[in-house]
Protein backbone atom coordinates (compact mmCIF):
# COMPACT_ATOMS: atom_id res chain seq x y z
CA UNK A 1 0.00 0.00 0.00
CA UNK A 2 2.88 2.48 0.98
CA UNK A 3 3.47 2.13 -2.97
CA UNK A 4 0.22 2.99 -3.81
CA UNK A 5 0.39 6.09 -1.49
CA UNK A 6 3.82 7.18 -2.86
CA UNK A 7 2.50 6.74 -6.60
CA UNK A 8 -0.79 8.98 -5.97
CA UNK A 9 1.37 11.84 -3.81
CA UNK A 10 3.49 11.93 -7.56
CA UNK A 11 0.06 12.26 -9.17
CA UNK A 12 -0.99 15.01 -7.29
CA UNK A 13 1.85 17.09 -7.36
CA UNK A 14 1.65 17.44 -11.00
CA UNK A 15 -2.19 17.75 -11.47
CA UNK A 16 -3.44 21.06 -12.55
CA UNK A 17 -7.47 20.13 -13.07
CA UNK A 18 -8.16 18.16 -10.04
CA UNK A 19 -11.96 15.98 -9.47
CA UNK A 20 -12.77 14.27 -6.40
CA UNK A 21 -16.34 12.28 -5.92
CA UNK A 22 -17.05 11.49 -2.38
CA UNK A 23 -19.92 9.05 -1.06
CA UNK A 24 -20.33 8.07 2.71
CA UNK A 25 -17.60 6.50 3.54
CA UNK A 26 -15.71 9.73 3.74
CA UNK A 27 -18.26 10.63 6.91
CA UNK A 28 -17.48 7.43 8.43
CA UNK A 29 -14.66 8.72 10.47
CA UNK A 30 -17.05 11.18 11.58
CA UNK A 31 -19.31 8.70 13.21
CA UNK A 32 -22.13 9.21 10.21
CA UNK A 33 -23.50 5.34 9.35
CA UNK A 34 -22.82 4.24 5.10
CA UNK A 35 -25.84 3.36 3.65
CA UNK A 36 -24.10 -0.06 2.88
CA UNK A 37 -21.81 -0.91 5.19
CA UNK A 38 -22.01 -2.90 8.40
CA UNK A 39 -24.63 -0.78 10.92
CA UNK A 40 -25.33 0.85 7.36
CA UNK A 41 -28.49 2.92 7.57
CA UNK A 42 -30.08 0.72 4.78
CA UNK A 43 -29.82 -2.00 7.26
CA UNK A 44 -32.04 -0.77 9.51
CA UNK A 45 -34.66 1.01 7.10
CA UNK A 46 -35.65 -0.51 3.37
CA UNK A 47 -34.90 2.61 1.53
CA UNK A 48 -38.14 1.64 -0.49
CA UNK A 49 -39.76 2.53 3.09
CA UNK A 50 -38.18 5.83 3.44
CA UNK A 51 -36.09 7.65 0.40
CA UNK A 52 -38.64 7.52 -2.32
CA UNK A 53 -41.35 9.53 -3.91
CA UNK A 54 -43.55 6.82 -3.44
CA UNK A 55 -43.31 6.38 0.34
CA UNK A 56 -43.65 10.21 1.15
CA UNK A 57 -46.97 10.68 -1.05
CA UNK A 58 -47.97 6.74 1.42
CA UNK A 59 -46.10 8.45 4.83
CA UNK A 60 -44.98 11.27 4.56
CA UNK A 61 -44.92 11.73 8.38
CA UNK A 62 -42.55 8.44 8.63
CA UNK A 63 -40.41 10.48 6.31
CA UNK A 64 -39.75 13.37 7.89
CA UNK A 65 -39.41 11.15 11.03
CA UNK A 66 -36.35 9.68 9.44
CA UNK A 67 -35.15 12.98 7.79
CA UNK A 68 -35.47 14.86 11.16
CA UNK A 69 -33.40 11.54 13.17
CA UNK A 70 -30.88 12.13 10.37
CA UNK A 71 -30.65 15.93 10.87
CA UNK A 72 -30.01 15.75 14.82
CA UNK A 73 -27.28 12.57 13.85
CA UNK A 74 -25.57 14.51 12.02
CA UNK A 75 -25.60 17.77 14.20
CA UNK A 76 -23.93 15.81 16.52
CA UNK A 77 -21.16 15.14 14.25
CA UNK A 78 -18.19 17.07 12.87
CA UNK A 79 -15.57 16.97 9.61
CA UNK A 80 -12.89 15.00 9.92
CA UNK A 81 -9.53 15.46 8.63
CA UNK A 82 -10.27 13.98 5.28
CA UNK A 83 -13.23 16.39 5.10
CA UNK A 84 -10.72 19.18 5.95
CA UNK A 85 -7.79 17.80 3.37
CA UNK A 86 -10.55 18.04 0.67
CA UNK A 87 -11.39 21.92 1.64
CA UNK A 88 -7.65 22.36 1.38
CA UNK A 89 -7.35 21.00 -2.33
CA UNK A 90 -9.71 23.88 -3.80
CA UNK A 91 -6.92 26.62 -3.36
CA UNK A 92 -3.89 24.40 -4.63
CA UNK A 93 -4.48 23.70 -8.19
CA UNK A 94 -5.32 25.64 -11.26
CA UNK A 95 -9.08 24.43 -10.92
CA UNK A 96 -10.78 21.85 -8.80
CA UNK A 97 -14.51 20.72 -8.20
CA UNK A 98 -15.55 18.59 -5.59
CA UNK A 99 -18.64 16.59 -6.59
CA UNK A 100 -20.31 14.92 -3.29
CA UNK A 101 -22.99 12.39 -3.16
CA UNK A 102 -23.18 13.10 0.57
CA UNK A 103 -26.45 14.78 1.91
CA UNK A 104 -24.93 15.19 5.36
CA UNK A 105 -23.17 19.13 4.79
CA UNK A 106 -20.36 17.76 6.17
CA UNK A 107 -17.77 18.97 3.43
CA UNK A 108 -19.98 22.56 3.54
CA UNK A 109 -18.76 23.00 7.43
CA UNK A 110 -15.58 22.04 6.20
CA UNK A 111 -15.18 25.00 4.36
CA UNK A 112 -15.28 23.33 0.86
CA UNK A 113 -17.23 26.00 -1.62
CA UNK A 114 -16.43 24.53 -5.40
CA UNK A 115 -18.59 21.52 -4.51
CA UNK A 116 -21.76 19.92 -6.29
CA UNK A 117 -24.13 17.99 -3.72
CA UNK A 118 -25.58 15.98 -6.31
CA UNK A 119 -27.87 13.90 -4.01
CA UNK A 120 -29.25 17.35 -2.54
CA UNK A 121 -28.63 18.40 1.21
CA UNK A 122 -30.30 17.29 4.82
CA UNK A 123 -30.56 21.01 6.36
CA UNK A 124 -32.56 21.92 2.53
CA UNK A 125 -36.47 21.31 1.93
CA UNK A 126 -38.63 22.42 -0.86
CA UNK A 127 -42.40 23.01 -1.43
CA UNK A 128 -44.34 20.16 -2.56
CA UNK A 129 -45.99 23.00 -5.28
CA UNK A 130 -44.38 25.92 -5.47
CA UNK A 131 -40.49 24.09 -5.80
CA UNK A 132 -39.13 26.81 -3.50
CA UNK A 133 -35.76 25.42 -1.80
CA UNK A 134 -34.85 26.55 1.75
CA UNK A 135 -33.02 25.99 4.47
CA UNK A 136 -34.68 23.96 6.78
CA UNK A 137 -34.73 21.40 10.10
CA UNK A 138 -37.18 19.98 11.62
CA UNK A 139 -39.28 21.02 14.03
CA UNK A 140 -42.11 20.54 16.34
CA UNK A 141 -44.28 19.71 13.35
CA UNK A 142 -44.34 16.32 11.96
CA UNK A 143 -45.74 17.93 8.66
CA UNK A 144 -44.20 20.92 7.63
CA UNK A 145 -45.63 23.34 5.27
CA UNK A 146 -44.46 25.47 3.19
CA UNK A 147 -45.27 29.25 4.59
CA UNK A 148 -46.40 31.02 1.30
CA UNK A 149 -48.48 29.00 -0.38
CA UNK A 150 -49.43 26.03 2.85
CA UNK A 151 -48.36 23.36 0.79
CA UNK A 152 -46.27 20.50 2.21
CA UNK A 153 -42.46 20.68 2.34
CA UNK A 154 -40.51 17.84 1.39
CA UNK A 155 -36.56 16.56 2.20
CA UNK A 156 -34.65 18.79 -0.86
CA UNK A 157 -32.65 15.26 -0.99
CA UNK A 158 -32.51 13.38 -4.65
CA UNK A 159 -34.89 9.84 -3.83
CA UNK A 160 -34.59 6.59 -5.64
CA UNK A 161 -36.21 7.04 -8.61
CA UNK A 162 -35.21 10.44 -9.39
CA UNK A 163 -32.65 12.10 -10.71
CA UNK A 164 -30.11 14.71 -9.75
CA UNK A 165 -30.26 18.26 -10.73
CA UNK A 166 -29.31 18.01 -15.12
CA UNK A 167 -27.30 21.32 -14.55
CA UNK A 168 -25.49 19.70 -11.56
CA UNK A 169 -24.49 16.27 -13.73
CA UNK A 170 -23.71 18.88 -16.63
CA UNK A 171 -21.36 20.45 -14.38
CA UNK A 172 -20.22 17.18 -12.94
CA UNK A 173 -19.36 15.28 -16.41
CA UNK A 174 -17.83 18.50 -17.84
CA UNK A 175 -14.99 19.14 -15.00
CA UNK A 176 -14.54 15.11 -15.14
CA UNK A 177 -13.62 15.05 -18.76
CA UNK A 178 -11.57 18.49 -18.21
CA UNK A 179 -9.60 16.96 -15.12
CA UNK A 180 -6.36 15.00 -15.54
CA UNK A 181 -6.32 13.45 -11.71
CA UNK A 182 -9.69 12.38 -10.14
CA UNK A 183 -10.14 11.05 -7.05
CA UNK A 184 -12.48 8.39 -6.01
CA UNK A 185 -13.02 8.90 -2.01
CA UNK A 186 -15.56 6.63 0.05
CA UNK A 187 -17.94 5.34 -2.41
CA UNK A 188 -19.42 2.14 -3.48
CA UNK A 189 -19.68 3.25 -6.68
CA UNK A 190 -23.11 1.20 -7.05
CA UNK A 191 -25.42 4.43 -7.96
CA UNK A 192 -24.97 6.50 -11.15
CA UNK A 193 -24.80 9.04 -12.66
CA UNK A 194 -21.82 9.15 -9.93
CA UNK A 195 -20.23 5.97 -10.32
CA UNK A 196 -19.42 6.85 -14.11
CA UNK A 197 -18.17 10.09 -13.75
CA UNK A 198 -14.61 8.34 -12.76
CA UNK A 199 -14.64 6.48 -16.02
CA UNK A 200 -15.54 9.21 -17.93
CA UNK A 201 -12.19 11.22 -16.40
CA UNK A 202 -10.10 7.90 -17.01
CA UNK A 203 -11.82 7.68 -20.56
CA UNK A 204 -10.20 11.23 -21.18
CA UNK A 205 -6.81 10.40 -19.97
CA UNK A 206 -7.00 11.34 -16.42
CA UNK A 207 -5.12 9.65 -13.56
CA UNK A 208 -7.78 8.05 -11.60
CA UNK A 209 -7.00 6.81 -7.53
CA UNK A 210 -9.46 5.28 -5.47
CA UNK A 211 -9.36 5.46 -1.28
CA UNK A 212 -11.41 3.05 0.33
CA UNK A 213 -11.17 0.13 2.72
CA UNK A 214 -12.79 -2.39 0.43
CA UNK A 215 -12.31 -2.64 -3.35
CA UNK A 216 -15.29 -1.52 -5.19
CA UNK A 217 -16.84 -2.51 -9.08
CA UNK A 218 -14.64 0.68 -10.12
CA UNK A 219 -11.57 -0.61 -8.63
CA UNK A 220 -9.78 -2.21 -11.79
CA UNK A 221 -10.29 0.83 -13.93
CA UNK A 222 -8.56 2.91 -11.30
CA UNK A 223 -4.64 3.93 -11.50
CA UNK A 224 -4.36 3.66 -8.05
CA UNK A 225 -6.41 2.01 -5.68
CA UNK A 226 -5.26 2.51 -1.96
CA UNK A 227 -7.18 0.18 0.58
CA UNK A 228 -7.61 3.01 3.43
CA UNK A 229 -9.51 4.99 5.69
CA UNK A 230 -10.07 8.10 4.13
CA UNK A 231 -9.64 10.19 6.88
CA UNK A 232 -6.04 8.79 7.53
CA UNK A 233 -5.00 8.45 4.03
CA UNK A 234 -5.83 11.71 3.06
CA UNK A 235 -3.62 13.46 5.53
CA UNK A 236 -0.65 11.22 4.71
CA UNK A 237 -0.73 11.83 0.75
CA UNK A 238 -1.79 15.64 1.88
CA UNK A 239 1.38 15.62 4.16
CA UNK A 240 4.09 13.62 1.84
CA UNK A 241 2.72 15.79 -1.66
CA UNK A 242 4.15 18.90 0.79
CA UNK A 243 1.54 20.86 -0.37
N1 LIG B 1 -12.88 5.81 4.35
C1 LIG B 1 -13.15 5.61 3.03
N2 LIG B 1 -14.13 4.80 2.57
C2 LIG B 1 -14.88 4.16 3.52
C3 LIG B 1 -14.66 4.31 4.91
C4 LIG B 1 -13.61 5.18 5.31
N3 LIG B 1 -13.33 5.36 6.60
N4 LIG B 1 -15.57 3.53 5.57
C5 LIG B 1 -16.32 2.93 4.63
N5 LIG B 1 -15.91 3.29 3.40
C6 LIG B 1 -16.43 2.91 2.08
C7 LIG B 1 -17.13 1.58 2.04
O1 LIG B 1 -16.19 0.53 1.78
C8 LIG B 1 -18.08 1.77 0.85
O2 LIG B 1 -17.43 1.41 -0.38
O3 LIG B 1 -17.42 3.86 1.76
C9 LIG B 1 -18.34 3.28 0.84
C10 LIG B 1 -19.73 3.66 1.27
O4 LIG B 1 -20.61 3.11 0.32
P1 LIG B 1 -22.20 3.37 0.48
O5 LIG B 1 -22.58 3.11 1.89
O6 LIG B 1 -22.86 2.62 -0.64
O7 LIG B 1 -22.37 4.93 0.24
P2 LIG B 1 -22.30 5.70 -1.15
O8 LIG B 1 -21.34 5.07 -2.08
O9 LIG B 1 -22.09 7.12 -0.81
O10 LIG B 1 -23.80 5.52 -1.71
C11 LIG B 1 -24.12 6.25 -2.88
O11 LIG B 1 -26.44 5.61 -2.63
O12 LIG B 1 -28.05 5.26 -1.03
C12 LIG B 1 -27.66 6.10 -2.06
O13 LIG B 1 -28.02 8.40 -2.37
C13 LIG B 1 -27.38 7.48 -1.51
O14 LIG B 1 -25.52 8.96 -1.93
C14 LIG B 1 -25.87 7.62 -1.64
C15 LIG B 1 -25.56 6.71 -2.81
Excluded at 8 to 19: G, M, P, S, Y
Excluded at 30 to 58: C, D, H, M, Q, V
Excluded at 111 to 119: C, V
Excluded at 206 to 230: F, L, W, Y
Aim: with cysteine; glycine share 8%; aromatic share 8%.
Amino acid sequence: MVDEITRAVEILKTAKTVAVLTGAGVSAESNIPTFRGEGGLWKKYRAEELATPEAFNRNPELVWEWYGYRQKLVLGCRPNPAHEVIEKMEDCFDDFLLITQNVDGLHRRAGSKKMLELHGNLFKSRCTVGRTILDFTLGDDPLPKCESCGALLRPHIVWFGESPDPMKIQLAVEHSEKCDVFLVIGTSAMVQPAAYLPLIAKKMGAKVIEINPKSTPITNDMDVSIRGKAGEILPEIWTKAGF
